[in-house]
């Protein structure tokens, strides 16, 4: 069986194209001002069931020495063609899940999952069981089958998968994956290509960059000398004050000093001597960076709740549960429409092929 590869960003954007790679020929045509797609896979390889899932762990595996455990689990089955037709589909599958991790749900965890060692104390663990129960409800849908999680790449595919080795079971060879993040990632760079082509090109020069820079500099240049002049302000009642307190100690020694020749006043550009004794005072250095203002949107956060408001105009309620967790990125996949089943199609990958969370071992390598 031939599964879709890394082709989609590659040919996203050309029209009408056709191929052949061991015999079996794809065929693509794309309409981008309407924003269809149309893809003709064998049927033996195009995705017949989504599976939405998400997990609630004890913690962040960089903090626990790669040796989360997983509290909460949603699978969520969907027919492929149901997200296509862009809307919510009504026919789910749902398999729901708790357990005691057997060990402790950290304090920062049980605040965003609302769910601590005392909740689950009566839950079962995750067992072979329901490593079992998890391949067979999977199995039982239409292939080819398909995982999707956000973020699923660097946290729920490795951590799932550690589980299930645990148990001494895998999920079937033919089941595969991708990663949400990625495909609203991928589709927000391609959307803000376009809004660049629609800009003139006289208006490209870069011109609004340099007054941008111009401004910055004069503004930084102001604030620097504000706080040479604090400085400066507070570095001269101190001396002040040593150059009274020596004088009190020594009266010839202070009048020696203040008939001497002064010299230089010039201040050096990273330090300067004070006129009392051998007192050195540094100038104070300004390690403010230098804050970059941009002309189009600052940066985009693709945290799920953050996606889901941006694409439906929506809050989301109950974020850090799986279920709803489960049901927003349903709803943003329904929302893309054909658009994410193409995608998908396009960038998915064995699941047996992820590596599984292992300690010492940076997770998703």
């Known amino acids: 069986m031939m599964y879709c ?20 020929t794809l065929s693509y045509s794309c309409c981008i001002t309407q924003k269809r797609y149309s893809f003709n896979f064998p049927m033996e390889t195009k995705i017949k069931s989504f599976v939405f899932m998400d997990c609630e762990t004890t913690g962040l595996p960089f903090e626990e020495n790669n040796r989360t455990k997983i ?12 997200i296509e037709m862009g809307v919510f589909p009504r026919i789910q599958d749902k398999l729901h899940l708790c357990f005691n991790p057997q060990k402790l749900v950290s304090p920062a965890a049980s605040t965003i999952t609302k769910l601590s060692n005392d909740l689950l104390e009566k839950q079962p663990a995750f067992t072979t069981s329901t490593a079992n129960l998890i391949r067979e409800f999977i199995d039982l849908h ?46 927000h760079s391609e959307d803000n290509k376009k809004k ?23 503004e930084q240049h102001e604030t620097n000398l504000k706080n040479i002049a604090v400085k400066e302000e507070k570095t001269f009642v101190t001396n002040s004050t040593i150059c009274n307190n020596e004088t009190q100690a020594n009266s010839s020694t202070a009048q020696q000093i203040n008939e001497t020749t002064p010299k230089s006043s010039i201040i050096q550009q990273n330090d300067k001597k004070a ?23 600052p940066g985009v956060s693709f945290k799920l709740e953050d996606v889901f408001q941006r694409i439906t105009g929506q809050p989301v309620s109950n974020s850090h549960t799986a279920e709803c967790d ?13 658009r994410f089943t193409c995608w998908a199609n396009f960038n998915c990958r064995k699941f047996s092929d992820i590596p599984a969370m292992t300690p010492g071992k940076r997770i998703g390598t």
Do not use: M
């Open 71 to 82: 509290t909460e689990l949603t699978l969520c089955v969907v027919q492929s063609i149901h």
């Open 275 to 297: 006129a009392c004794g051998d007192k050195l005072i540094r100038k104070h250095e300004i390690t403010n960076p230098k804050i970059r203002r941009r002309l189009f949107s």
């Open 5 to 24: 590869p890394q082709w989609y960003k590659a040919h996203y954007l050309i029209k009408n194209f056709k191929f052949a790679i061991l015999g079996i």
């Open 142 to 187: 239409p292939k080819p089958v398909c995982l999707v999680a956000h973020n699923g790449n660097k946290f729920d595919y490795p951590i799932l998968k550690a589980e299930l080795l645990k148990a001494k079971i895998n999920l079937s060879d033919d089941i595969l994956c991708v990663d949400s993040l990625e495909a609203v990632q991928f589709f």
């Open 196 to 218: 660049t082509e629609h800009i003139p090109f006289e208006l490209q020069d870069g011109f609004d960059e340099l007054i941008v820079n111009v401004v910055e500099d004069l």
């Open 326 to 338: 489960v049901d927003s990125l349903i709803r943003i996949a329904a929302t893309f429409g054909e």
